[in-house]
């Protein structure tokens, strides 16, 4: 059920059109829901028990320990520390941010997790095995299916970059570096929360503004 109502959240939130009344959202629950029980039949047959040790060995292997390691990497040193900290302080107060084991999480996103988590995506890569179930040898081409399944993991995350590389400097015509500041249209629910957002990320903004818009002054309350 989690990993459903993640789905369905991920996809009502890229098209809010689908959850403007509650037949909608029934309806594109109702959609998910079959095409994963269709997708589901292939492990109730006779070879099910080896298409689930394909899916388990590759499902949840390097491709996610990779996916992490960007993460952190993107949102600490690309995003920057900063932004996330007072996004984090917009959100839940200062009183954690402000804190002095606050910099524990810095070292931690920043450096020791991105670390940790590139080694051990090494180290299966290089101790990787051909598929065994108990005695039984997996055939090469099932091999393949798993590494390109590890591969489809990281499709998202890719194809959403080079995406959004190409609408911000080819289309929009903005500079590369304003992929990295923060989104002007992004903003926490209650509104107080939106009046300390613009006020934490003000510089960040004007730049932004300044940048797109020259020679205008802009202020925010």
């Known amino acids: 059920m989690a990993s459903v109502e993640t789905l369905v959240t991920s996809i009502l939130d890229g098209f809010p059109c689908l959850k403007e009344n509650s037949l909608r959202r029934k309806i594109t629950v109702t959609f998910i829901c079959f095409i994963l029980f269709v997708g589901g039949l292939i492990f109730c047959f006779q070879s099910g028990t ?7 060995t590759f499902s ?61 995506c090494l180290f299966s890569w290089i101790n990787f095995k051909s598929l065994m179930l108990n005695d039984y040898v997996f055939p090469v081409w099932s091999n393949i ?5 590890s591969l489809s993991t990281l499709s998202g995350a890719v194809i959403w970059s080079i995406f959004s590389l190409m609408k911000t400097v080819f289309i929009q015509k903005k500079p590369f570096k304003s992929l990295f500041v923060p989104d002007m249209g992004w903003k926490p629910l209650k509104k107080e929360h939106c009046i300390l957002v613009n006020e934490l990320h003000e510089k960040e903004f004007r730049q932004k503004l300044n940048e797109e818009i020259p020679n205008q002054v802009f202020t925010f309350k």
Not at 79 to 108: H, P, V
Not at 145 to 149: E, F, P
């Open 50 to 56: 080896y298409w689930i040790e394909i899916f388990d």
């Open 60 to 120: 949840g292997n390097w491709a996610i320990l990779l996916i992490a390691c960007l993460e952190c990497i993107s949102v600490s040193w690309f995003y920057g520390f900063e932004n996330i900290k007072n996004d984090i302080t917009a959100m839940l107060g200062c009183q954690l941010t402000r804190s002095k084991y606050f910099a524990f999480w810095k070292i931690m996103w920043a450096y020791v997790s991105p670390l940790v988590l590139f080694l051990v």
């Open 145 to 149: 299916v798993g590494n390109l399944l």
